[in-house]
């Protein structure tokens, strides 16, 4: 076998693997309920942990367990349609010159894009400046570093084919 067949049917396996995880992960995702964040900076006490971003650390454990209040949802339709997919959503909005941050489950479309959510519009009198859809436990909290560790797993692929380019 030349070098070029054997660099293509490299490359192709490694993609198909790549694809062949990804696909796995996602049903692996779809059995078990998506677990999120769910909270308002604008909700007294929780300006402290829930604001651009969170802080775990702080979240008053007491006064959490005194109130019966649980931070971490899970998320589950009650829908159950095969079109419809549970996300973490993080926004913030500007609402009467008041930035606020709210983290909570969202249902969208299976279809739609996870960058759809910076193109809908938010409520009248209410301005959105950032808005983030995600698919893993609890990603609406802080940077978890998910999709980082995504994009080192193609630099692989990515070399290779690169390389099979020259």
């Not at 660099?7 to 490694?14: M, N, Q, S, T, W």
């Not at 973490?88 to 960058?115: A, H, M, Q, W």
């Not at 759809?116 to 409520?123: H, R, V, Y």
Request: proline fraction near 3%; hydrophobic fraction near 40%; aromatic fraction near 6%.
């Amino acid at each position: 076998m030349s070098a070029v067949p054997m660099k293509a049917l490299l490359a192709g396996v490694f993609l198909l693997a790549n694809a062949w995880h990804i696909t796995a992960a996602n049903e692996q995702r779809e059995k078990q309920h998506l677990q999120c964040w769910h909270c308002s900076s604008d909700t007294i006490g929780a300006e402290d942990f829930c604001d651009v971003t969170f802080q775990e650390d702080n979240i008053p454990t007491d006064l959490i367990k005194e109130r019966n209040i649980n931070l971490l949802r899970s998320c589950n339709s009650t829908i159950n349609s095969d079109h419809e997919r549970a996300v973490c959503r993080k926004t913030v909005e500007e609402n009467n010159g008041k930035l606020i941050t709210k983290r909570f489950c969202y249902y969208t479309n299976k279809s739609d894009p996870v960058e759809l959510c910076n193109i809908t519009s938010p409520e009248k009198n209410v301005r959105r400046i950032f808005c983030q859809d995600c698919l893993t436990d609890r990603c609406n909290g802080a940077f978890t570093g998910a999709y980082m560790l995504e994009i080192m797993l193609l630099l692989p692929i990515l070399a290779l084919i690169h390389q099979l380019a020259i």
